[in-house]
Every structure is written in C-alpha cells, then in structure tokens.
C-alpha cells in the first residue's frame, strides 16, 4: 500500500508520523507525510494512494473538494486532538469528531470516510449517541503518540538537579502570525466560532461555551496566567533545579525570550519540534494552566501543578466548556500562592495513579491499551484497503505527485521569502532536512 499521512502540526503530529512509516515499512507498505501545502497536489495525484490519513474531516473538503466523494481511495479519520474538555458534553464531543457539515445535514463527506480511529470509549459513546450511523466505522485505538513505539527508549533522568517545566498558553495575546490581540474580537461575529453548529433546516442550534467563543474572557485568562506563570518562574531563583518552558505551538517564542530577558529569568525555551512525550521524560514536574499536556503528562507519570488557584478572580472568567473543567482536573495539584507552588515542585514524589484519574485516562485515551495504539491504526488499514488501481498505475502517479509536490514546495518557498513570510508549524514545507527530522523522531 501507499499512505498518504497529513501531519497538521509540525510540533504536534510528527512522532505518530514516524513512528507510523517505520511500523508500515516493516510490512512493506510506504507511508508518504503531507500537509497543508501538498494538499493541491494530492488532489492531482491521489490515484498514488491507496489509504489517506486526514485528523478531520474538514480538510477533505478543503483541501480536495468534492472531487474526493468519487475517489476509489479511502479515507481515514485520526484525531490528533480528542482530550479534555470536549469529553465533558457528548454532543459538542459528536460535533467536534463529525463537524458542523454533518449536523447540517450534509453527510456526504462522512459517508465517504471508511473508518475512523478514535482516542477512547466516551468518543465512541458520543458518536453512538448523536450519529449510530457512523457508530459502526469507529475503532477505539488511543492515540499513537502515547504508543510504545513514539516514546524515547530510555528511563527518567538520572541526575540530582530537579527539571521543573512550565506550559504556556497564551496565543491570543501572542499569535505567532504577528496578530493583534485585539483582532480575536472577530469571532463575535462568526458563526463557525459561537455555534458548534447551525442546522439551516430545522433552525437548530448548539451554542458554544469554549473559550474561543469568549474573545474577551479568554484574553484576561491568558493574562492572568502569563503575570502568574512569570512570578513562578522567578521565585526558582536561588533554588537547585533547572527550569524549562514548552510554550504553544501557535506563540512567538520570539515575544518569550523579549520577557525572560526583561525579567532577568534563567529558563531554556525547549525545543517544540521535540514530541511532547520525549520532552516529559526529562522533566520531573509540570507547571501550567489546564491543557492537554497534562493529560499526555499523566499518561506519561510526569506531575503536574496547575496555576488556576493563583488569584480567585480569575475563576470569575471561566466558562462551563474551558480546559479547567476537564474530569482530569479533579486529580491535579492546584496550591493557593506562589510558595506552595515552588515548594511542591522541589519536592521529590512519586507519580501516584489514582482510581479516579486511571478512570479518566482509561475513558478518554484509552490508557493503558493506547501503549499498542500502532498496531490497531495499521491493521485498520489493512482490513479497509480495497485500492482498485493496479499496482504500475500507483508507481507512476506516486512518481508524478513526488516530482510536481518537489517542485511546487520550491515555488512556495520562494514566494514565501519574496514576501517575507516565515513558516510555521501549520504551514511548512518538507525540506530534506525536515523529512530526515520527522524521519528520526522515533527510535
């Protein structure tokens, strides 16, 4: 087979990407990485692909269109972000996993994906619930990153010194596009941000309660926890421990490394090409507001610290859908001042798996079975692949979309520095020295 694998986020989706080619290459099979950039050339040549691995559904129709819904390939859903807060009402969980197009509807482009590889059982309740139709293509697998072929091959750090890491969350007062915070206040106005989905038939709305809906709750969340996250970061001063920062993919570290310099705080900017689970093995506590890291942490047996309990005001801003709430929460440390915080982190303690968090993690991401999460997402493809072209008729296109996909990344690489636009971890091209990186990722 060829797989055609969309790796969305640089920071985010690599290690299942090369995990994924490497346990498809030991059966033989040739995994291929795209993105957002390849997407018009796949359109061209996807009679080279036998399978094509999307996140979601909507970039079907966005990158390939409904040209896609008479293609012999087939499609398969991967989420690569299905924790937290989504979890907490199934029917934003089913909007989320199956997208506004379908409660509108119009499920074309479901009916056309032939299976999809979900995180844990509450995702595949929530499909069974609001879409029985789709129930039957779902598979609970977990997630690849947390499988035991993504992770380092090597045992915590061995040294004295304590690693403590701070998670940032912060892209609305810090958007790596050079945005103006104050531009976030569009979403007002945006159906696609207040509604989780607007059924045009029956008149039917499902109201949004996540942060991105709350421009301005958001922005003074954010605020509060960066003011928080640097007096925690400086009250390490004097202490014997080494203090690191794994900050959002979508933030300029540019901004961050302004302020620790202005602060006069000693804090290494951790690499965020480097997967969050090889990261975690070098840290021995977390420190942050509320995010799916502490989900992967957890995974991982990393502590975690949350800030939330800093300054009650900011409880005042948190809305019913917003990562605080998540079930994890209920089991993560969250002192009331800075000392404590700085304190509790100096402390060496052992991870302890609790039954309510081992219920979370066992609902959500299928943990510990997600250790094995490669092996189901690979035999999945296995059994669905019905490819209908001959085998020279693949070469060829495979041949064709290489050769066109080289030389269009050139153009868009030229252009990109004619007009001075940077590259990200959404929009990138696969350089040589990318696809060796990705390519060497897992051991």
């Known amino acids: 087979m060829n797989i055609y ?21 030991a059966l033989g099979h040739n995994l291929v990485y795209g993105n957002r950039i390849t997407g018009p050339i796949l359109k061209l040549f996807h009679n080279a692909f036998d399978i094509i691995v999307f996140p979601r559904p909507h970039f079907i129709h966005d990158m390939v269109g409904d040209d896609s819904l008479n293609w012999d390939q087939e499609i398969v859903m991967l989420s690569s972000e299905s924790l937290g807060i989504i979890c907490k009402d199934y029917e934003v969980m089913a909007r989320t996993l199956l997208e506004d197009t379908y409660f509108n509807d119009d499920t074309r482009y479901i009916d056309k994906i032939a299976a999809f590889c979900l995180w844990g059982a509450r995702q595949k309740q ?7 139709d789709v129930h039957k293509k779902c598979s609970i697998i ?12 090597s045992l915590k750090k061995q040294t004295k010194t304590r690693n403590i890491g701070f998670v940032t969350r912060a892209n609305g007062l810090n958007d790596y596009y050079g945005r ?3 531009e976030g206040f569009e979403v007002l106005f945006d159906d696609h941000f207040q509604y989780e989905y607007i059924n045009k038939k029956t008149g039917k709305k499902l109201k949004s309660k996540r942060n991105v809906a709350q421009p301005r709750n958001n922005l003074i969340v954010q605020s509060y926890d960066t003011e928080s996250l640097l007096k925690i970061m400086k009250a390490f001063d004097g202490k014997d421990c080494k203090l690191f920062v794994r900050c959002h993919p979508k933030e300029n570290l540019d901004v961050w490394k302004y302020l620790f310099k202005k602060c006069s705080i000693e804090i290494e900017i951790s690499d965020s090409l480097i997967p969050i689970t090889h990261w975690l093995d070098d840290i021995d506590v977390v420190i942050g507001p509320p995010s799916t890291t502490f989900y992967d942490a957890a995974i991982e047996k990393t502590r975690c610290i949350s800030i939330t309990n800093l300054d009650k005001n900011r409880l005042n801003y948190i809305g019913e859908l917003w990562e605080e709430n998540n079930e994890l929460m209920k089991d993560i440390s969250a002192p009331q ?6 304190d509790d982190a100096m402390i060496e303690k052992d991870f302890i798996l609790t039954p309510s968090l081992k219920k979370t993690l066992m609902s959500e991401a299928d943990y510990p079975e997600c250790r094995n999460s490669l092996d189901k997402f690979v035999n999945i493809c296995i059994d669905i692949n019905m490819h209908k072209s001959s085998k020279k008729t693949r070469s060829i296109n495979l041949f064709l979309y290489k050769t066109v996909s080289f030389v269009y990344q050139k153009m ?8 001075q636009r940077d590259e990200n971890s959404s929009m990138y091209t696969f350089k040589k020295s990318t696809v060796n990186f990705i390519d060497n990722l897992s051991e």
């Open 337 to 342: 001042t800075i000392q404590e915080i700085v």
């Open 412 to 419: 868009w690489s030229a252009k990109s520095f004619i007009i």
């Open 126 to 132: 929530a499909i069974e619930m609001f879409a029985p």
């Open 180 to 182: 103006m915070a104050i």
């Open 5 to 25: 694998f969309h790796v969305d986020e640089l920071k985010r989706d690599s290690i299942v990407a090369s995990a994924l080619k490497k346990k498809f290459r």
């Open 142 to 153: 977990g997630h690849p990153r947390h499988d035991k072929s993504s992770l380092k091959n």
